[in-house]
């Protein structure tokens, strides 16, 4: 029953860590890509307690740790350069865009 | 005690299902972000708490309440960041918007 229900839980993961992927490779855009990657994060901390979980075992929880505190570091950075590469491009020459003012 | 610690561990893998299929089927980056951001922090929440509850005392509990709480604390910041880059760099969809208060005209 245990064993049963993992291998439920380990293939549900899969699959959504295979969509994921799917939007990672057709995003059309970086930050498509970013939210994608994020859930991808959080489907690899899911997994790890899920196997963490099944074995009895404690070894893996720091990574879990670490995961859920860098894994933002990623997406913010992504979106700050993002926010930064449209500011230089202003669309309109010389006036300074409403968009660029209050970073 | 361990039937209960692995159904929660079942639905938190739910949760990340239906994150990966808003990702896969919702059609611009706020909804996107609407359906990837919620599973995340309540899937990791209910999976967490799966780990205690089958582990049990033999684990520093600390760490996974650490765990949990730094999801809580930067999912959110990160989700705020992305929709923020998002709007700035206008790649919102406006027809989906039933009203768009960042708007200059929305302010009245």
Redesign the interface.
């Known amino acids: 029953?245990?064993t049963a229900?993992?291998l439920?839980?380990?293939t549900?993961?899969a699959?959504?860590?295979?969509?994921?992927l799917?939007?990672v490779v057709r995003g059309p855009?970086i930050?498509?890509r970013?939210?994608?990657l994020?859930?991808m994060v959080?489907?690899l901390?899911?997994a790890l307690?899920?196997e963490?979980?099944?074995n009895?075992?404690?070894t893996t929880?720091?990574i879990?740790?670490a995961l859920?505190?860098v894994?933002?570091v990623g997406?913010?950075s992504?979106?700050?350069f993002?926010?930064r590469?449209?500011?230089g491009t202003g669309d309109e020459a010389g006036a300074p865009t409403?968009?660029?003012v209050d970073t | 005690m361990d039937l209960l610690a692995m159904v929660l561990l079942l639905v938190g893998s739910l949760f990340s299902l239906t994150a990966a299929i808003g990702l896969l089927r919702f059609p611009d980056v706020l909804s996107r972000l609407h359906a990837a951001t919620k599973p995340q922090v309540l899937g990791v929440l209910l999976v967490v708490v799966g780990i205690g509850l089958r582990v049990g005392p033999s684990l520093d509990l600390g760490l996974l309440v650490l765990a949990g709480v730094f999801q809580l604390l930067t999912l959110p910041v990160a989700a705020h960041m992305v929709s923020r880059a998002v709007y700035r760099s206008d790649q919102v969809a406006h027809e989906h918007l039933a009203i768009d208060d960042l708007s200059a005209g929305a302010q009245d």
């Open positions: 029953m245990i229900i993992a439920a839980a380990g549900v993961l699959v959504s860590a295979l969509l994921a799917v939007r855009t930050i498509n970013i939210v994608a994020d859930v959080s489907i901390i899911s307690g899920v963490a979980a099944y009895r075992h404690t929880v720091p879990i740790v859920a505190l894994g933002f997406s913010v992504v979106a700050r993002v926010a590469d449209e500011d409403t968009l660029g």
